[in-house]
Structure formats: structure tokens, C-alpha cells
């Protein structure tokens, strides 16, 4: 008889925050720039150097502890951590241990219709590690690029609540919106703004006794993410069933064999050797100063969403999928403003606009033309201006050229026919050209007026109105 397992899921985030100044000193923090530009003496380890505490960044980590319900500390400190990596000149990190910044949040996504909250056990501040570069470079040669050395970046580390490789990907994609929704950062995954590492394990169903599980790292995206835990919870599932055991270890995820693999054995926890920063004084967080995060963070995700149905009337799917994103729902928001028909303009949004993007590979900022954009095309179609099949055409033009919908209907002469006089010697001739078709409208055949409609419309190539159109066919049949 074959075991049922439960699966077993906690998440490590960590977040780069967008501050213009990394961590510790005043070097810049900017994506892209030539390796080992943005270095100074203090993130490069060199003797005798002091660190100083960037507050924006304390002022950052606090606003995403409080996006998260997390309660943030009265009283906080600086810890070193010792461990050596090529890429971390002072062969230790400061970040924190025993006393991070933020303890006991949560955060709630959306199961098969059902609300689950997933804990967060603790958010901390410390300092991001350069970055290895491998290829290219010979068999036994890397480089290093210590712009990253030093950048601002917050663990978020969830409880183990997850239970699927779906629902990470959803913890993940949730967790993501929420930080984009308070500014603190890009988490862009791709630039290494967010990364995610995972521990997974399976037990049998029922039990309350953790299994062994397995670090996996190397997930650069949310299908990433799920493919490896899905991966990983059936590698494991075949171990226990040949009666083997987990060994507990760190993988990597392979994204070209969509497989883990080995990378280092971890059956001890490493002894990092924390001990309190000696260059930094402890952080006492002033109540004052957490309420006053607290009264500017902006609406939530979920806030957001729930206004779109309370005000708006919108359905709870438009209403999330608009919310996914604070671009998109600004974008959306805007455009109800020009055209307060929100359900018209969320079928276009989601439609359209996301269709176009998703295609393209773009950002809602990267369309070329502006909310009120897409809001005059709109009303041009209610006008008659234009037909709802031509709107589409209009609007993929202004996503070419970024010009008004009203400048492109004029200079491509896209202008709906509405001269019911020119329609009508449209469907006469139709009629004639098509004899046996409107014998079988006629003879019950309801179809047969689709054919006959689209031959004016071939020949207005488009322009015609087509309520007039049948109109004008039926009242003729």
C-alpha cells in the first residue's frame, strides 16, 4: 500500500533594497554599472575602516515589516557573521541573529478559493555579497564583482506553513506584489532584487514529526521555484518508498534537466560564529517613528482589491488579477478616472492591454501612450467613431507609435460608415452577388446573415456599422 505524504514547505526571500547608497557606506547602489565601479574602502574589507547604518534602510525594513504584520522591535542589533565566501572581502557579513528587526507577521494568499495565512517567523537587515563570474572564464579561473558587496537586503523568512509547490509560488508571487506596493524595492528577479531559497520535506499524512528536509537553491523565477519543490517532493517521495532515508543536504536546481543536484552535505548546522558587531551600537526603535511608516504606507494589495468590488462592482477575478501589480492598478485606476465604465475598462485591461504585454514581454510601464489613452479609444467606440473590431486595430498601432487613438482613426481614415443610405447599397449588391445564401437565411438557416454581414464588412473593410448592418439585412429578409 502506497504512503500519503504531506508535503512541507518554509521559503528564505531575500530582498535588495532600492536605497540610492548601500549599506554601510555611501558607494552607490545602481544595477548594471561596469564590475567593481561602486566599491569603496569600507565594503571592500580593507583594515581599519567603519561601518555606518544606512537609516533609510532601517526606515525601508521597517515599512516592509509592517506590510507584512510583522512586529517590529522596540530594540534591535547588528550581528557578525563569520563564514568565508570569495566574494565577501571581510570574511564575515554583518547582518542579524538573536534580535532581528521584525518578528510574528503573515501573509495571506488565495487556495482554490480559500484563504490561508502563512506565517513569518522573522525579518532581518544585513548586507548582500558580491557576485562569482564563472563563464567565460577557463576551467579553473572565476571573477568577482563586488558592485553588489554591501547592498541593503532583508531576509524574510516564513514559517513552515506551505504545502505544495503551488502554494510557494503563490507565498512568493503574493509576498512580491506586497514589497513592489510599499516601494522598498524593484524584486526584480531577474537583477537579483529578489532570490528564494527553499526547504522542503515530506512526512506521512497526519504526523506531526518534521522529515528530513533539503535546502534548494539556484531558483531565478517563480516557475522555477514550483518546478524544483515539485522535483524535490517526488525525488524524495521515491527514496522513502525504497525504503531509503532523505539525506539532508543543500541542491541546486538545474533549469535546463529540470532536476536538484547535489551541491554540499549539511547534516550539521554550520557554526557561524555570531557574535554582536562591535563597530555598530545596538538600534532602539522609537514608536513614534514605526506609527509614522505605519500612517505612509499606501493601500495593500488585498486593500486595493477589496475597493475594486466594494466601489466599483468589479468581479473578485478582475479585481485580483488588477491588483497584482501596483503599476497595473494605477494604470487601471487611471483610466476609470477618463472612463468611469470600470467593467469596460477592466475587459480591455485584462484583455488587450495584458495580452499585448504578456506577448511582448513588457511592463504596463513600458506601454508607449497613457491611461487616457486607452480611456478616448474607449469613448470613440461609444461615439460609433469606430467599431469595437477597429478599436483593436487602433490600439495596437498606439502601442506601435504611442499616439493618440483620435490622431490614428483620422490619418488612417478608420472613421465608422454610418450613412445608412451607403450601407444599404452595400447589402443590396451583397444580396444580389449572393443569391443562394439569402435562399437559406430564408429558409431558416440563421448563419447564413453572419457570411453576408461579413461580405459588407469585407467591403467597408471594417467600417460599417455593424448593428446597422443587420438591421438593414433583416429588415430586406
Known amino acids: 500500500m502506497t504512503t500519503e505524504y504531506e508535503v512541507v514547505i518554509g521559503l528564505e526571500v531575500h530582498v535588495e533594497l532600492n536605497t540610492d ?71 564575515y557579513q554583518i547582518s542579524q541573529y538573536d534580535l532581528p528587526l521584525a518578528t510574528g ?141 532523505v539525506e539532508r543536504e543543500t541542491r541546486g536546481w538545474d533549469e535546463n534537466r529540470r532536476i536538484t543536484v547535489s551541491m554540499r552535505g549539511k547534516e550539521e548546522a554550520h557554526d557561524y560564529r555570531y557574535f554582536p558587531e562591535p563597530d555598530l551600537v545596538p538600534l532602539e526603535i522609537s514608536r513614534d517613528w514605526v506609527e509614522e511608516i505605519q500612517e505612509r504606507l499606501p493601500d495593500m494589495p488585498d486593500e486595493r482589491q477589496a475597493r475594486l468590488v466594494r466601489e466599483l462592482g468589479l468581479p473578485e477575478y478582475d479585481a485580483e488579477v488588477l491588483t497584482s501589480s501596483k503599476d497595473l492598478a494605477d494604470f487601471y485606476d487611471a483610466c476609470v478616472k477618463h472612463y468611469p465604465e470600470a467593467k469596460t475598462v477592466s475587459n480591455w485591461v485584462m484583455g488587450e492591454v495584458l495580452g499585448y504585454l504578456n506577448e511582448k514581454g513588457l511592463e504596463i510601464t513600458d506601454l508607449p501612450f497613457r491611461p487616457e489613452d486607452l480611456a478616448g479609444l474607449l469613448r470613440l467606440i461609444d461615439k460609433g467613431t469606430i467599431s469595437g473590431k477597429i478599436a483593436k486595430q487602433v490600439f495596437q498601432e498606439m502601442c506601435k ?65 455593424p448593428q446597422l448592418v443587420n438591421r438593414l439585412f433583416r429588415e430586406r429578409l
Open 401 to 465: 507609435s504611442g499616439k493618440a487613438p483620435e490622431t490614428i482613426v483620422e490619418e488612417k481614415g478608420l472613421k465608422q460608415i454610418t450613412d445608412e443610405s451607403e450601407i444599404a447599397a452595400i447589402v443590396e449588391k451583397v444580396m444580389e452577388d449572393n443569391p443562394k445564401v439569402v435562399e437559406d437565411f430564408r429558409g431558416g438557416k440563421e448563419k447564413a446573415l453572419g457570411f453576408l454581414v461579413g461580405q459588407v464588412m469585407k467591403a467597408t473593410r471594417g467600417k460599417a456599422n
Open 21 to 91: 547608497s548601500k549599506m554601510f557606506c555611501s558607494c552607490p547602489t545602481t544595477f548594471g554599472a561596469e564590475p567593481n565601479t561602486h566599491v569603496c574602502p569600507i565594503c571592500l574589507g580593507m583594515p581599519g575602516v567603519l561601518p555606518v547604518i544606512n537609516r533609510k534602510a532601517v526606515e525601508y525594513t521597517i515599512r516592509a515589516a509592517l506590510a507584512l504584520n510583522c512586529q517590529v522591535a522596540k530594540y534591535s542589533k547588528f550581528d557578525r557573521k563569520n563564514y568565508f565566501y570569495p566574494d565577501l572581502p571581510k570574511n
Open 105 to 245: 507577521g503573515y501573509v495571506e494568499i488565495s487556495v482554490d478559493g480559500k484563504k490561508r495565512k502563512i506565517g513569518i517567523r522573522r525579518v532581518h537587515l544585513e548586507e548582500d555579497a558580491g557576485k562569482l563570474l564563472h563563464e567565460g572564464t577557463g576551467p579553473k579561473t572565476s571573477l568577482v564583482d563586488f558592485n553588489r558587496t554591501g547592498v541593503p537586503l532583508i531576509e524574510i523568512v516564513s514559517e513552515p506553513d506551505l504545502r505544495s509547490p503551488e502554494e510557494a509560488r503563490l507565498y512568493l508571487n503574493k509576498l512580491r506584489t506586497i514589497l513592489h506596493y510599499t516601494g522598498v524595492s524593484d524584486v526584480k528577479m531577474e537583477e537579483g532584487s529578489l532570490r528564494c531559497d527553499a526547504n522542503v520535506s515530506i512526512r506521512p499524512l497526519g504526523s506531526e514529526v518534521f522529515g528530513t528536509l533539503t535546502e534548494v537553491k539556484n531558483m531565478n523565477s517563480f516557475r522555477a521555484v514550483e518546478r524544483a519543490l515539485a522535483y524535490e517532493v517526488e525525488r524524495q517521495k521515491e527514496i522513502l518508498e525504497r525504503g531509503e532515508k
